[in-house]
């Protein structure tokens, strides 16, 4: 019993077990999204919100193809939904949150020959023009 409680008090098993709390939670959300706005839309524009009555039969066997064309689609909006409107703004959310400062410059330009030069350097290497004390020098 020792040994099942510390699995099932790990962090691992823990975490999984919120994630899958939220994701039912999240599932059902972007559900209702896709039932109650998008079907409608489409609905609207293509005139047929519902294939379920679609079916074809060979010796008597009936297939009942629209349920199939029906879960594709809701599939697909899901999927589109999902993208679109969480998985797109999170991700910029996390772009912008791990944007860093630019790096304080290592070089500088010659002003006689242009070359890049150290920040610190006091002569150019290239053209061995003098340089005034850059500010890091002190």
Not at 83 to 108: C, E, G, H, M, W
Not at 126 to 133: G, N, V
Request: proline share 7%; glycine share 6%; hydrophobic share 50%.
């Amino acid at each position: 019993m020792k040994g099942f409680k510390q699995f099932v008090l790990r962090g691992n098993v823990v975490d999984l077990a919120v994630a899958v709390v939220i994701g039912a939670a999240f599932g059902t959300v972007v559900s209702a999204l896709v039932k109650d706005l998008l079907t409608p839309l489409i609905a609207a524009i293509g005139g047929r919100p519902d294939f379920s009555a679609y079916s074809f039969t060979v010796n008597h066997s009936v297939f009942a193809y629209g349920d199939f064309v029906n879960a594709v689609i809701a599939f697909v909006l899901i999927a589109a939904a999902v993208y679109y409107f969480f998985v797109v703004p999170v991700n910029r959310l996390i772009s912008l949150s791990r944007r860093q400062p630019p790096a304080d410059p290592t070089t500088k330009k010659c002003p006689e020959c242009l070359s890049e030069i150290p920040i610190d350097a006091r002569r150019c290497a290239f053209c061995t023009s003098a340089l005034a004390a850059s500010p890091t020098q002190g």
